[in-house]
């Protein structure tokens, strides 16, 4: 279902249009936020929602149909993601103990691979990537999200998908 149906359906009944919402838009927020915050991913897209809904919900219907949905979420999600890179760094993280006993790595290689890819790029240059070439953000959209203007994001995507490929070329 197209976000802009949603909207408006979300301006005349908020509750019931959230489900579809967020039938629309939890596969690519959950893997935007796995690839920008692997450890948090999930807890992270459910705030995002819970977010979205408490601010919907104080919204009167005109504001409603004049979102930018896909940023105006991603603004949230980026904002949960920054706080809690914040207070992670705060404190120290125990060492991981997993012991897989010979069985294969739950976690496909190419998506640790991709993980390791992506965690090189300076912070800015990951989130534009992840959010154009992940989540599909528009530049607009992506814009918005990450309060930048669109020529800026387009040069942390082209720079990021740059650097992503000069890694990828020196990879063994």
Same mark, same amino acid.
């Given at each position: 279902m197209h976000l802009?149906?949603?909207? !408006?359906?979300?301006?005349? #009944? %908020? #509750?019931?249009?959230f489900p579809d919402l967020v039938r629309a838009i939890i596969p690519d927020l959950h893997a935007g936020l796995r690839r920008l915050h692997p450890d948090a991913a999930e807890d992270l897209t459910q705030e995002t929602l819970i977010r979205a809904h408490r601010a919907l919900a104080g919204y009167d219907a005109d504001r409603i149909r004049a979102l930018a949905l896909g940023g105006w979420i991603w603004t949230i999600a980026l904002n949960l993601g920054r706080n809690h890179?914040?207070?992670?760094?705060?404190?120290?993280?125990?060492a991981r103990?997993? #012991?897989?006993h010979g069985r294969a790595d739950p976690e496909p290689i190419d998506s640790a691979a991709w993980d390791r890819r992506l965690g090189v790029?300076? %912070?800015? !240059?990951?989130?534009?990537?992840?959010?154009?070439? $992940? $989540?599909? %953000?528009d530049y607009?959209?992506?814009?918005?999200?990450?309060?930048?203007?669109?020529g800026t994001v387009k040069a942390d995507v082209h720079r990021g998908l740059r650097r992503?490929?000069?890694?990828?070329?020196?990879?063994?």
């Open positions: 802009d149906s949603i909207r !408006q359906r979300l301006a005349e #009944d %908020l #509750d019931g249009a890179a914040r207070d992670r760094a705060r404190r120290p993280t125990p103990m997993d #012991d897989h790029l300076p %912070l800015a !240059q990951r989130r534009a990537v992840v959010l154009r070439h $992940v $989540v599909g %953000l607009e959209e992506l814009a918005a999200a990450t309060g930048r203007p669109v992503l490929r000069t890694i990828i070329e020196e990879e063994p």
